[in-house]
């Protein structure tokens, strides 16, 4: 055990089940020790206000000791002050800006990087955007959730538009007065004593002469998330944003809920990309610059184009552009969702390129009203690759005739020749139906919001995510495994 290389010490490390496992592993010896500090530090989550509390208290100690820089992925999407005893305004008070800023400059090898909506207050200081986008030559992945507060989308159209003026100076005496009220009020102990603090702000204040007031995008930052940030403006944010990140080669984008309209396409750059979700983005509409930037999209593997929105579809696109869209051939293309368009019909239907069907695995039709049982056959008989289908709320899968036809009509043995391919395991159906536990060989399962028939003991729990997954894994925070899974 003593003549281990560095590297299998750090797989032993990596196979432990908690941080108590690996604090006892540490404990072995200095080999031990070094590499188990570097698995507990290599994914930092941070759930609770007690969570965080602790880790800003001993971030001094960690960066002396270097330990900060084995940080790859920060969480803190399911930051949240349920369940631990806090008040939601103790909880955020103790987010202060700066201390965040300077915790994020810490990390300095940083690769990914989530925040969530219980986040935000802390985010509407440009000196916290500017420490991502300003020191963090490694950052490939970025994920905001749920920033709607219109004070985040001013900082970031400050930060972006390259804008300095006293007024944000101001605003973070404001907040920092704030704060201090709320800690007195809240009876919170602060992480430093005046002196310290005093000590600290100077630090900061030259730290924050130090970083340029232009923002310097990461170049590798390519997989990026904007999940239901609905207040982003596009003219003031995303357009000087794209235009920023247009050395970069974009593979993930996710923009769903947000007000963008087509004429941002003609700021985004479609040949790398593999992955686009633009779920509840109404502005987007047919006859315009998105169809030609989608015939450019060559390596697209999945395109989220749901526009329901509670089971109530509605959307711009005309039924010509909807059948243009789908005959369009893209050779990567697995994923592909259409759900809430107002107009599909059979004739859309009809015109799906055929071998864009056969290589479909995961197929959406939600919340559609036109489209016919015998059209949908139809088109699945030649999805010889479908794994995963969506008829929650179409018209007919309300009937319990007509799912039962569906169900019966996948292919149980070899000798049959016609109906669905036996790659089929899990068809998502309406969650407000009363529908029977088992139909042939197909199990009714409900997951949050969501319901679903599968076979074969195929679990669909985890079988197809809302929200674009930035990585090709489950994800391990309880919000994002909400917003992917259970919405």
């Known amino acids: 055990m003593r003549h281990l290389s560095f590297e299998l010490l750090e797989l032993i ?206 170049p590798r930052l390519n997989r990026i998330s904007f999940y239901m940030c609905m207040a982003l403006s596009q003219s003031s944010f995303f357009i000087p944003f794209f235009g920023q990140l247009s050395n970069n080669q974009l593979t993930r984008l996710d923009l769903a809920n947000t007000k963008i309209t087509s004429d941002l396409f003609q700021h985004l750059d479609p040949t790398c990309l593999t992955h686009l979700n633009l779920q509840g983005c109404h502005g987007v509409s047919c006859c315009s610059l998105f169809l030609p930037f989608l015939e450019q999209a060559k390596e697209l593997i999945e395109l989220n184009l749901n526009m329901s929105f509670s089971g109530v579809g509605g959307s711009n696109f005309c039924s010509d552009c909807l059948a243009h869209l789908v005959s369009i051939d893209m050779p990567h293309l697995r994923t592909l969702n259409l759900g809430g368009h107002g107009h599909m019909n059979d004739h859309v239907l009809s015109n799906v390129h055929p071998q864009n069907a056969r290589r479909l695995e995961y197929f959406s039709l939600a919340s559609t009203k036109q489209v016919t049982v015998d059209a949908l056959l139809k088109l699945l008989g030649g999805m010889s690759q479908l794994k995963y289908l969506n008829l929650s709320r179409t018209w007919f899968i309300l009937d319990l005739k007509y799912l039962a036809s569906i169900l019966s009509s996948t292919r149980t043995d070899e000798k049959q020749v016609s109906g669905i391919s036996p790659t089929l395991k899990v068809i998502e159906v309406s969650p407000e139906s009363r529908y029977p536990q088992q139909i042939h060989d197909w199990t009714l399962v409900h997951h949050g919001r969501r319901s679903y028939y599968s076979r074969d003991q195929v679990d669909p729990r985890f079988f197809y995510s809302n929200k674009l997954l930035l990585l090709d894994e489950i994800p391990v925070s309880p919000m994002t495994k909400y917003w992917s899974y259970s919405n």
């Open 13 to 218: 490390a990596e196979h432990c089940q908690s941080s108590n496992d690996l604090s006892q592993l540490s404990r072995v010896n200095h080999q031990y020790h070094v590499a188990s500090t570097r698995i507990l530090f290599n994914r930092v989550a941070i759930k609770t206000p007690q969570q965080y509390a602790a880790l800003m208290g001993h971030r001094d100690l960690f960066r002396k000791r270097g330990w900060l820089k084995y940080v790859r992925r920060l969480d803190l999407s399911s930051y949240s002050a349920r369940g631990s005893g806090w008040t939601e305004a103790k909880a955020k008070a103790i987010v202060e800006p700066h201390a965040l800023a300077q915790l994020l400059i810490d990390c300095v090898y940083l690769t990914e990087l989530y925040v969530g909506e219980e986040m935000m207050q802390a985010f509407v200081e440009p000196i916290v955007i500017r420490a991502i986008f300003n020191g963090h030559p490694r950052l490939e992945v970025l994920d905001f959730t749920g920033f709607c507060d219109r004070k985040f989308t001013d900082v970031m159209a400050h930060v972006f538009g390259g804008n300095n003026d006293n007024q944000q100076q101001q605003q973070h005496k404001s907040i920092k007065q704030q704060q201090k009220e709320i800690w007195d009020r809240e009876g919170i102990l602060p992480f430093m004593m005046e002196d310290e603090e005093e000590e600290e702000e100077k630090d900061l204040l030259a730290l924050e002469s130090q970083l340029p007031e232009n923002t310097m995008m990461p």
